[in-house]
């Protein structure tokens, strides 16, 4: 089985497709908020430094136990030690949660799109837009959010259908610098925008007053969150890297990409909103996901001049960052069915994509009075599975990932795997981080999502 796994083809398209992965609607629609929230340059600080120890540290983890066992994440966790087979269990329950979700909100990004290229860009600017197309209280099956569902939920399926290399490679090689040069295009036009300077002034300098643990809190799940940790994606894309790519090097230039992207999105985002709000900061402090993406940023474009036009272009990148990430958790999905169902790819690409299309319609309509009276935990059906996969499972995934290789195994398990390509010059800090800061650090992380549900605060 192991000598037949698909392969990268290169060390450069493992980083693209990894980065792709890690390169989400996070980086676009939470980042900026956070980095606004908490204290402008002193939030970039904090985020760059946990970017580049504890991040590092978790991914470098699991694309080591991936390239080490060449199998997905629940017979990667068990041939590290059979007793830690259940933790490859919940890894893989994390992305198969996740994935029929993010697919009803790479929908929404898809309707947005469709809509500036045809020139009714600026109609999405209506207060009253975008709760009646989730709502769906729109007329017609271009106002279905299903519609637009299942449209993008078809176009991960070709893409992985096509296999590692001529799809999840291939597309990814194309996307991430194309993604990269439209986010540079985007945060160039937002800087000429009459008031921006104050606003890019709000963006970079520190404000050392708004400094707290809260920060740190902030920037450190951010941090977690966006670099596609601790759902099995390292690992699988750790079991399609070639032997000889050095490992170390790879998570770097991953490392870079994500935090690069999430900067540009902040540089993209926050001066065109002051500019907006008059050097008003409020709303930007106020603005997160959803509500930021496609409530508060059509507003924006409307007040600009070509404001269509860059609409357009904003929203192509966006449905990019979508598509890389969305790819990413399919293909573990499939990873996943192929090595324990033993099917052939094809019949498990039409299975994950049945089961996605089966589990995200109560997502695509919990927002709707059909669905108003269901509530789990008191939320819409899209917010109670973000809960549950983002906040809860995934934290507890990586602190026992950090048990397992830190305390059980040991950390030269994967000091070995990397060493067999390279140097490890980051090696003292990743027996540091593994074995107790990122443990503790993983523990506050999962206490702050508690508490913030609890209403106990808010990070």
């Known amino acids: 089985m192991n000598k037949q ?14 980065s792709g992965s890690a390169v989400g609607l996070g980086n676009l629609w939470r980042f900026p908020y956070l980095a606004a929230k908490y204290g402008g340059g002193t939030f970039l600080l904090v985020y760059i430094i946990l970017a580049v120890t504890f991040g590092f540290t978790l991914m470098i983890a699991e694309v080591a136990i991936g390239r080490r066992t060449q199998l997905s994440c629940i017979g990667a966790y068990k041939q590290l030690d059979k007793r830690f087979g259940f933790l490859g269990w919940l890894a893989a329950a994390v992305p198969v949660i996740i994935t029929p979700y993010y697919c009803v909100i790479g929908g929404w990004v898809t309707k947005y799109l469709i809509e500036f290229l045809t020139g009714n860009g600026l109609e999405t600017a209506s207060d009253a837009f975008f709760g009646s197309f ?26 992985v259908l096509c296999g590692v290399q001529q799809g999840v490679e291939k597309v990814s090689r194309v996307m991430m610098p194309v993604l990269v ?42 941090m977690f969150y966006s670099m596609s940790l601790a759902m099995g994606i390292m690992i699988t894309y750790g079991s399609y890297m070639q032997k000889d790519n050095m490992l170390e090097h790879s998570v770097t230039q991953i490392e870079v990409f994500d935090t690069g992207i999430a900067l540009l999105a902040g540089l993209m985002i926050i001066p065109a909103m002051v500019a907006f709000s008059g050097g008003d900061t409020t709303l930007v402090k106020e603005s997160a996901g959803a509500g930021l993406m496609f409530g508060v940023l059509p507003k924006v474009f409307e007040s600009m001049a070509f404001g269509n036009v860059i609409g357009t272009v904003f929203f192509v990148l966006v449905l990019l960052a979508a598509l890389t990430s969305s790819i990413s958790l399919m293909e573990t999905i499939t990873s ?5 169902a033993h099917l052939s790819r094809r019949a498990a690409v039409i299975a994950v994509t049945v089961f996605v299309l089966l589990l995200g319609i109560p997502s695509c309509l919990g927002y709707s009075e059909a669905f108003a009276a269901i509530q789990p935990l008191g939320m819409a059906f899209l917010d109670f599975f973000d809960f549950i996969s983002n906040s809860i499972m995934m934290p507890i995934v990586a602190f026992l990932t950090c048990v397992l290789v830190g305390h059980i195994v040991g950390p030269k398990v994967v000091i070995d795997e990397v060493e067999s390509s390279g140097t490890f010059r980051r090696k003292k800090l990743f027996v540091i981080m593994i074995r ?18 609890m209403g106990v605060v808010s990070v």
């Open 336 to 340: 996943i069915v192929v090595d324990k």
């Open 134 to 159: 989730i709502g769906v209280q729109a007329p017609g099956l271009a106002g279905n959010p299903v519609t637009w569902f299942v449209i993008f939920v078809l176009i991960n399926t070709v893409i």
């Open 181 to 222: 040069i439209l986010s540079a295009i985007v945060a160039c036009y937002s800087l000429t925008i009459p008031g921006a300077i104050d606003g890019l002034k709000f963006y970079l300098l520190p404000r050392w007053s708004d400094f707290s643990i809260f920060t740190v809190l902030g920037a450190m799940g951010q």
């Open 5 to 18: 796994r698909s392969s990268f083809t290169s060390r450069i398209g493992f980083v693209l497709a990894a």
């Open 436 to 453: 107790w800061i990122a443990p503790i650090m993983l523990v506050m992380i999962l206490a702050t999502e508690i508490l913030k549900f």
